[in-house]
């Protein structure tokens, strides 16, 4: 009887710790088939010094990590993570914002939020590998209704993002 027992309990772990396995190794293939991550605002800058210089002067993105920052000591952890998932770079997503001290160069909303993940672009300068079609959609992502009040998609395509 108990031995039988165990022998099921012995089996049912087996399975199980072949599935974790089996997890860990989809995880692992499809980061690696994920060529596209994060780099950080400053690096499009090396090349693109008009349209960094612009928004660091002008969009409110590239200072959203300090209005987080702010409330910090009236959230726990968890509300803290929540706004993290719209005020920084790629949080929760393969090479996103981990930490302050961890990920400094992702703290901020930047150039990759409407871009998307830059870093096959930046390798391989050459102009490819990099998002240039919006749709509103993907705005709204964070800028829901009750987020931005009478958020107009074609003028704040300009008035949030960079001149030049
Ligand atoms: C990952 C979330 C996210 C996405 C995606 C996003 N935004 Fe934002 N946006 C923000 C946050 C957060 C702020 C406010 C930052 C702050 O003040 O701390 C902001 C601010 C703005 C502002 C305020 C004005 C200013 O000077 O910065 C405009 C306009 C704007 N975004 C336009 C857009 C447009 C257009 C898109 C789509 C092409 C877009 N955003 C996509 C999160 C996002
Ligand atoms: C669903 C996405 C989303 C989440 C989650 C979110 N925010 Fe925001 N937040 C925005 C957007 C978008 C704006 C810009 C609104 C605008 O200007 O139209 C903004 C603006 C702000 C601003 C105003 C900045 C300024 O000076 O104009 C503060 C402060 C702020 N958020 C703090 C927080 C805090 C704290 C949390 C977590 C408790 C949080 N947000 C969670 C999307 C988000
Ligand atoms: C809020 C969204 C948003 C952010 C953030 C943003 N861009 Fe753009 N970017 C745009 C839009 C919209 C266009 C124009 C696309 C079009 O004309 O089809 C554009 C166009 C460009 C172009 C093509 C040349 C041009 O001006 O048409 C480059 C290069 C560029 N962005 C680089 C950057 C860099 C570098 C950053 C960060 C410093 C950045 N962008 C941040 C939305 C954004
Ligand atoms: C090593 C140099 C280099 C770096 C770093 C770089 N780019 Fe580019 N980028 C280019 C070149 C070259 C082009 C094509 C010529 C042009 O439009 O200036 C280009 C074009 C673009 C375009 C226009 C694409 C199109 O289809 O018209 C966008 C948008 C862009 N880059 C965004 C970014 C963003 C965002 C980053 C940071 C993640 C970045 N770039 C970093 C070299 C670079």
């Not at 997890?23 to 692992?28: E, L, R, S, T, Y």
Request: aromatic residues 10%.
């Amino acid at each position: 009887m108990e031995t039988s027992l165990q022998v099921r309990l012995v089996f049912k772990l087996a399975v199980c710790a072949a599935f974790v396995a089996g997890a860990v190794c989809f995880c692992k293939s499809v980061q690696a088939g994920e060529a596209r991550t994060y780099v950080g605002s400053e690096k499009c800058g090396e090349c693109h010094a008009d349209e960094y210089e612009s928004y660091k002067a002008n969009a409110k993105k590239a200072h959203s990590f300090a209005s987080i920052k702010r409330m910090k000591k009236f959230l726990s952890d968890k509300e803290f993570q929540s706004c993290c998932v719209c005020h920084t770079l790629g949080y929760g997503q393969p090479g996103g914002f981990r930490s302050e001290t961890e990920t400094p160069e992702l703290k901020n909303l930047g150039c990759e939020t409407c871009h998307g993940p830059g870093s096959l672009h930046v390798e391989l300068g050459n102009g490819k590998n990099i998002d240039k079609d919006f749709s509103e959609a993907m705005c709204m992502a964070c800028h829901t209704k009750d987020r931005s009040v009478a958020f107009r998609f074609r003028p704040s395509m300009f008035g949030g993002t960079h001149n030049k």
